[in-house]
């Protein structure tokens, strides 16, 4: 049994793996598949991958090829969600801000630099046609760290998946003032360059795993309600959520990839653009 470790943040997007751990489906082809919750999200799972102490990662399309960019020795191994992620703008509910405009140049909380949370709020403000070199960026790890940081005027919007911050809305802890989808696929899947080059024969095991999860996932019976229940979310929220969201069973494509660095590239955030084939398995 080759034991692999998976990072990935805790939303409905990754549930089809922990289905496929739960039923065992991995372990038939001799993987141990360990998955970590990473809440922090994107820049830690970086991190990790550059630490060696994840071998995968779920991760978002931006924020792990800006990372590659930077010398992270990561491959990508396919597209994981093709459809845009939606990013709520979210305000704390007893604050003054009524609309996006009211944000100008106010303190945005972000989980990490290299986040997606920072990387979108620069598209965000670019969109605006804000300064982004007056943007004011405040670190706060987690969701429960936005939380206390909106609730005690330590940061002013925090940007999230909107599906996942709903509850958060839905209590009057958040008020969502405004979306901003990404203009590329959400997540893809990647691996450390190392263990990608040693491990091919279990990659392509693992991909076919949860490329046939994924194509069936929504024609799994009562999913939606399994989702709602697992993820604190109502019932309608999960299955507009579903409606929307994509999943892939092919490698990122090329056009794709290059929209992401031109996006980038635009925003001064990546040091040096890696060629395509360089970059994918």
Request: proline content about 4%; overall charge negative.
């Amino acid at each position: 049994m080759k034991k692999v470790t998976i990072v990935g943040v805790p939303e409905h997007f990754n549930f089809p793996w922990n289905l496929c751990i739960d039923n065992g489906e991995f372990a038939e082809h001799g993987i141990e598949l360990e998955w970590q919750d990473i809440p922090e999200g994107t820049g830690r799972m970086c991190t990790m991958l550059r630490n060696g102490e994840a071998d995968l990662a779920v991760i978002l399309s931006e924020g792990i090829i800006k990372d590659i960019s930077q010398g992270n020795q990561v491959q990508i191994l396919q597209e994981y969600v093709s459809s845009p992620l939606r990013w709520g703008i979210h305000v704390a509910n007893q604050s003054a801000f009524k609309n996006i405009e009211d944000l100008k140049g106010k303190r945005i909380a972000i989980s990490r630099y290299g986040s997606g949370s920072h990387l979108m709020a620069i598209v965000h403000a670019k969109q605006m046609n804000w300064d982004l070199n007056q943007l004011e960026f405040v670190v706060i790890n987690t969701l429960d760290g936005a939380i206390a940081a909106l609730h005690n005027n330590k940061a002013d919007y925090f940007m999230w998946e909107r599906f996942m911050t709903q509850p958060i809305v839905d209590q009057k802890i958040f008020r969502r003032i405004g979306e901003c989808p990404t203009p590329w696929p959400s997540f893809v899947v990647v691996a450390r360059k190392e263990f990608a080059e040693q491990n091919n024969a279990l990659i392509k095991h693992l991909l076919e795993i949860i490329n046939t999860t994924t194509s069936e996932f929504k024609h799994i019976p009562s999913i939606d309600r399994t989702l709602a229940t697992k993820y604190n979310q109502k019932l309608e929220d999960i299955q507009a959520w579903l409606k929307l969201t994509q999943w892939s069973q092919k490698q990122l494509p090329e056009s794709k990839y290059q929209k992401i660095t031109e996006e980038l590239k635009a925003l001064d955030l990546l040091e040096e653009v890696k060629p395509y084939k360089e970059v994918i398995l």
